[in-house]
Structure formats: structure tokens, C-alpha cells
């Protein structure tokens, strides 16, 4: 330290925890699901897509779910994680639509994860029951107004925008 000059010191980042957050959205009828979960492994995403069917849209004969190419999202994670029988049975109810690499804000779960992270996540928090009563009041709140996204993008858009990943 020289006189007159600032003090100077390191900031040592500290790690308080991961946790792994599953957000599902119905974008035209304004429900969301968010889970909070320690992991994102195969029987995380199975146990996930389980809860969306029996808890959360148990009304629809059949779930599209849009999403990245993560390794997890996949029905070999459902057939891995559930007896045969309660296994074909989830997977009758879902259609698994994977995003294009370089595509994911084609996923409307994005556009909600960044509304959540501007008025609720978008900070450290430093422990998980603090993080799931957050995501879960910010949840409810969304589904009460019936939030819902305004999708303008189009398949002409998407063919103009995506066709050089197109396979001639």
C-alpha cells in the first residue's frame, strides 16, 4: 500500500450450492411449472416429465414439449427410470421436440427463464429452500395473471432464418 492509493483486495467467489431448475410453459393458456431439483440427471428429467403428466397438465392427451439437446432429454431416460408398463405409458402422453444446435431461443421455456431471472433469479441465492419458495411464488404469481407469451415466429421465419442447418 502506497499512501494515497485505494486499498486493494481479491474477492474469493464461494460457492453455496448448484441446484438444477425445470421450467415448463404452456405459452397460449398461461401455466408454468417450475421444479427445483439438485441434479438434472436421467431420472431427474424422468421424474420430471412423470410430475408434468400426472400433477401438472393432467387434462392433455398429449404433452409437445419443446427443448434443448441436453444428453437427459431423451425417452431412454424415461425407459431407464420406470418400470416398462409406467414407461410406455409416459411416453404415449409426451412428444419429445428437440430444438435445433444454435436454436435455442426457438425453446419458449427460454423466454420464460429469462422473465423469471429478471424479477426473481436473476441474483445469487444462497441456499435452496430460499430458491424454491422464490421460483414457487414467482410461479404462482405468473399463473394467477395467466401470463402468457406472445409467439410471432412462424415456420416461413424459421425456414428462412434455420435453412442453412438444413440437410439438402
Known amino acids: 500500500m502506497k499512501p494515497g492509493s485505494p486499498e486493494k483486495y481479491d474477492y474469493q467467489y464461494e460457492r453455496n450450492g448448484t441446484a438444477n431448475i425445470f421450467v415448463?410453459?404452456?405459452f397460449k393458456g398461461g401455466k408454468r411449472d417450475i421444479t427445483v431439483t439438485d441434479r438434472r440427471t436421467q431420472k431427474?428429467?424422468?421424474?420430471?416429465?412423470?410430475?408434468?403428466?400426472?400433477?401438472?397438465?393432467?387434462?392433455?392427451?398429449?404433452?409437445?414439449?419443446i427443448m434443448d439437446?441436453?444428453?437427459?432429454?431423451?425417452?431412454?431416460s424415461i425407459l431407464r427410470n420406470?418400470?416398462?408398463?409406467?414407461a410406455l405409458r409416459i411416453m404415449k402422453k409426451i412428444e419429445l421436440i428437440h430444438t435445433p444446435k444454435h436454436a435455442s431461443?426457438?425453446?419458449?421455456?427460454?423466454?420464460?427463464?429469462?422473465?423469471?431471472?429478471?424479477?426473481?433469479?436473476g441474483r445469487r441465492i444462497n441456499n435452496k429452500?430460499?430458491?424454491?419458495?422464490?421460483?414457487k411464488a414467482f410461479q404462482n404469481n405468473r399463473n394467477k395473471n395467466?401470463?402468457?407469451?406472445?409467439?410471432?415466429f412462424t415456420k416461413e421465419k424459421a425456414d428462412k432464418k434455420l435453412s442453412k442447418y438444413y440437410i439438402s
Open 105 to 121: 431461443w426457438l425453446n419458449i421455456a427460454e423466454i420464460e427463464i429469462n422473465v423469471m431471472d429478471t424479477e426473481c433469479t
Open 146 to 152: 395467466k401470463s402468457t407469451i406472445q409467439w410471432n
Open 44 to 65: 431427474d428429467f424422468a421424474h420430471y416429465i412423470k410430475h408434468l403428466i400426472d400433477n401438472v397438465f393432467t387434462k392433455a392427451k398429449k404433452l409437445r414439449i
Open 24 to 26: 415448463a410453459v404452456d
Open 82 to 86: 420406470f418400470p416398462l408398463r409406467e
Open 129 to 135: 429452500e430460499l430458491l424454491i419458495n422464490e421460483t
Open 69 to 76: 439437446n441436453l444428453n437427459t432429454h431423451t425417452y431412454i
